[in-house]
């Protein structure tokens, strides 16, 4: 069964430090995607990044980059050059294999706060 | 980018009513909608599947008839608690994705949804 793992409950980092939060993974599928979402005290979820499993380059967004150890299963975030702004909760996901027969749906990790202090 | 909308926003209810949350994509055909509850402090679950003219598949431990949902047209999802009672209290929050090859999921605000 597919399972996302977020170890680190909470983080802390120095305003424009650069931070990386831990996420692995366990499938047995060959195509599936990963998502990082960051989820500020509002509640609404925000995307931040993709990375398929046979992309070989790792995503990038402005910030956000993914660092992408397929061997390994794993999907870090890593935020660069840290804000205030950046304090929520960051949440891994996984989608099912893309023709698995379902409708792709996430799988979340527990997720991480993030504190960023001045 | 594509715009989903959640209706209400928050809500309180006496436990024994029913609740009817709505889940609208503004700005483009949602083939799919899902729907999400968040405990406090908690991550993300899964509660059901949505195909637009089609049954509702539900995970694994979700009532399907305390949880109603119905997927009428490509822009409007509703679930309806039935019933509700105080340990139904949670967020819930909607998202659609446009086809069954996209891998995007465009998210609502979410709901809050208090029983007392």
């Known amino acids: 069964a597919q399972k996302i793992t977020q170890t680190q409950p909470g983080m802390f980092v120095q305003e424009k430090e650069a931070v990386t939060l831990d996420c692995t993974y366990d499938t047995s599928d060959q195509s599936y995607g990963l998502f990082w979402y960051k989820q500020p005290s509002s509640g609404e979820m925000i995307f931040l990044i993709y990375?398929?499993?046979?992309?070989?380059q790792n995503a990038t967004e402005g910030r956000y980059s993914l660092n992408f150890q397929k061997a390994r299963k794993s999907a870090n975030l890593v935020i660069s050059a840290s804000q205030l702004g950046d304090s929520a909760m960051y949440f891994c996901a996984m989608r099912e294999g893309m023709f698995s027969g379902g409708y792709n749906k996430l799988i979340f990790g527990a997720g991480t706060r993030l504190a960023v202090h001045p | 980018g594509a715009v989903v909308s959640q209706h209400p926003s928050r809500v309180i209810c006496k436990s024994g009513t029913s609740v009817k949350i709505e889940c609208r994509s503004l700005?483009?055909?949602?083939?799919?909608m899902f729907w999400y509850r968040q405990f406090p402090k908690q991550s993300l679950m899964l509660m059901a599947t949505s195909n637009e003219g089609s049954k509702a598949t539900y995970e694994q431990g979700v009532e399907k008839d305390k949880f109603l949902i119905n997927h009428a047209s490509l822009t409007l999802s509703t679930l309806t608690v039935t019933s509700a009672h105080p340990e139904d209290s949670s967020f819930y929050i909607c998202s659609a994705r446009r086809s069954r090859l996209s891998y995007e999921q465009y998210f609502g605000p979410g709901t809050r949804l208090t029983v007392t």
């Open positions: 990375q398929g499993s046979y992309d070989e």
């Open positions: 700005d483009f055909q949602a083939t799919t």
